[in-house]
């Protein structure tokens, strides 16, 4: 499998560093994590309507660009170095995935040329209010009434929940366990019954809230494949964010790296700078093997995507996940002991990728519980 990047993916991410460099710096990144949106509406806007790479990898008969899962992949990564703050990864590597793994092709119309343009920001809201990432812990419940169904509970931890237009919601049969009687649905942001709640969270350049639907009402078109079988969808889903997520730790832990080694040639203690040092040397040494594995990694879960190998998908999504998450969290960790002091300090950026990391590691399950998914998944 040839990883490099072909022609257009290289100019892709030149393109893509050159306006993260411009609108995604320190001080973009502070103001947008203190403002009540939690991103830049005007960025968000160039993202989407401007650059499209909310279209990236959304066919073209629903409004994308119909490139593929390398090229999201690519980008997460830069979005990653950069700490982007936009609800990109709720809206193209959940909401998106989501309705092309699980949607009809009439909700596919639907609801993907307005992802792809930029203007719905969609998520997915999954997990119950203990946190975990296993099916048996979906706590909405979707009962029949009338033509339709009512979702009645608590979905906590939805990335970019309390501004999204469309959430897809997994729910489940009343009196169902497990991943038994799991169904999606596609529910308005604004829909009478919803109550939304933004989270407070250690990493404030993402933003999480809790949604409590009570007695929501949809309509039977609203929702995604079969009643009660969704449990594959969902599954597929969480795979392949759980790639674009790694690629987005790869872009921090890389940024870990690139601020260590800068501050470490910087530095000067008893008259040389500290990368002189051998115990800075092996650690960054050590940091620099860890990425690049991790890149690996998160790349050639890419590729099994793009190739639509369904069976290697199945067993490199929780690989990267895993690898990645431990990846990032080490790189930040290093990083603010080789900065020392100041590099928890809120005048360094250091703390930021710290914070960054550790959220990551817990979205979506962090390394123990993917670990444990593979294992399961090749019968070990």
Same mark, same amino acid.
Request: hydrophobic share 40%.
């Given at each position: 499998? =040839?990883?490099?990047?072909?022609?257009? #993916? &290289?100019?892709?991410?030149?393109?893509?560093?050159?306006?993260? &460099?411009?609108?995604?710096?320190? *001080?973009?990144?502070?103001? %947008?994590?203190?403002?009540?949106?939690?991103?830049?509406?005007?960025?968000?806007?160039?993202?989407?309507?401007?650059?499209?790479?909310?279209?990236?990898?959304? +066919?073209? *008969?629903?409004?994308?660009?119909?490139?593929?899962?390398?090229?999201?992949?690519?980008?997460?990564?830069?979005?990653?170095?950069?700490?982007?703050?936009?609800?990109?990864?709720?809206?193209?590597?959940? /909401?998106?995935?989501?309705?092309?793994?699980?949607?009809?092709?009439? #909700?596919?119309? &639907?609801?993907? +040329?307005?992802?792809?343009?930029?203007?719905?920001?969609?998520?997915?809201?999954?997990?119950?209010?203990?946190?975990?990432?296993?099916?048996?812990?979906?706590?909405?419940?979707?009962?029949?009434?009338? =033509?339709?169904?009512?979702?009645?509970?608590?979905?906590?931890?939805?990335?970019?929940?309390?501004?999204? =237009?469309?959430?897809?919601?997994? $729910?489940?049969?009343?009196?169902?366990?497990?991943?038994?009687?799991?169904?999606?649905?596609? !529910?308005?942001?604004?829909?009478? /019954?919803? #109550?939304?709640?933004?989270?407070?969270?250690?990493?404030?350049?993402?933003?999480? %809230?809790?949604?409590?639907?009570?007695?929501?009402?949809?309509?039977?078109?609203?929702?995604?494949?079969? &009643?009660?079988? $969704?449990?594959?969808?969902?599954?597929?889903?969480?795979?392949?964010?759980?790639?674009?997520?790694?690629?987005?730790?790869?872009?921090?832990?890389?940024?870990?790296?690139?601020?260590? !080694?800068?501050?470490?040639?910087?530095?000067? #203690?008893?008259?040389?700078?500290?990368?002189?040092?051998?115990?800075?040397?092996?650690?960054? $040494?050590?940091?620099?093997?860890?990425?690049?594995? $991790?890149?690996?990694?998160?790349?050639?879960?890419?590729?099994?995507?793009? *190739?639509?190998?369904?069976?290697?998908?199945?067993? !490199?999504?929780?690989?990267?996940?895993?690898?990645?998450?431990?990846?990032?969290?080490?790189?930040?960790?290093?990083?603010?002991?080789?900065?020392?002091?100041?590099?928890?300090?809120?005048?360094?950026?250091?703390?930021?990728?710290?914070?960054?990391?550790?959220?990551?590691?817990?979205?979506?399950?962090?390394?123990?519980?993917?670990?444990?998914?593979?294992?399961?998944?090749?019968?070990?």
């Amino acid at each position: 499998m =040839d990883f490099r990047f072909n022609e257009e #993916q &290289e100019e892709l991410r030149a393109m893509a560093q050159s306006f993260l &460099e411009e609108n995604s710096g320190s *001080e973009q990144v502070r103001k %947008a994590m203190e403002s009540e949106l939690g991103y830049d509406a005007d960025t968000w806007n160039q993202v989407g309507a401007e650059l499209g790479w909310t279209s990236v990898h959304i +066919p073209e *008969e629903y409004g994308g660009l119909g490139l593929g899962y390398v090229e999201l992949v690519a980008l997460m990564e830069m979005m990653g170095g950069s700490l982007l703050c936009a609800p990109f990864f709720s809206s193209v590597c959940l /909401g998106a995935n989501a309705l092309l793994v699980a949607g009809s092709e009439e #909700q596919k119309q &639907e609801y993907l +040329p307005g992802i792809a343009e930029g203007t719905t920001r969609a998520t997915f809201a999954y997990c119950g209010e203990s946190g975990n990432w296993d099916p048996s812990t979906v706590e909405v419940t979707a009962a029949v009434s009338g =033509d339709g169904y009512m979702l009645s509970g608590v979905s906590s931890f939805v990335v970019d929940g309390h501004s999204a =237009d469309l959430v897809i919601v997994a $729910a489940r049969a009343e009196g169902s366990t497990s991943s038994e009687g799991l169904s999606l649905f596609v !529910v308005s942001g604004d829909a009478a /019954g919803l #109550q939304r709640k933004a989270l407070p969270t250690v990493d404030q350049t993402r933003r999480l %809230a809790e949604l409590n639907f009570k007695n929501v009402t949809v309509p039977a078109t609203a929702r995604l494949g079969d &009643e009660g079988a $969704a449990s594959a969808a969902i599954a597929r889903t969480l795979d392949l964010a759980a790639i674009a997520l790694a690629a987005e730790q790869v872009g921090g832990a890389q940024r870990c790296l690139d601020m260590s !080694v800068a501050y470490a040639n910087e530095r000067v #203690q008893f008259g040389r700078a500290i990368g002189s040092f051998q115990a800075i040397k092996h650690k960054c $040494a050590d940091l620099m093997v860890k990425v690049e594995s $991790a890149r690996s990694a998160a790349y050639y879960a890419a590729c099994a995507v793009a *190739e639509g190998n369904d069976a290697e998908i199945n067993t !490199v999504a929780p690989l990267a996940k895993a690898y990645c998450s431990d990846a990032y969290f080490q790189s930040a960790a290093d990083c603010i002991q080789i900065h020392g002091g100041v590099g928890f300090t809120w005048e360094y950026d250091v703390h930021l990728y710290f914070k960054r990391a550790k959220s990551t590691e817990s979205l979506l399950g962090d390394a123990s519980y993917h670990r444990e998914q593979l294992a399961q998944r090749i019968d070990l």
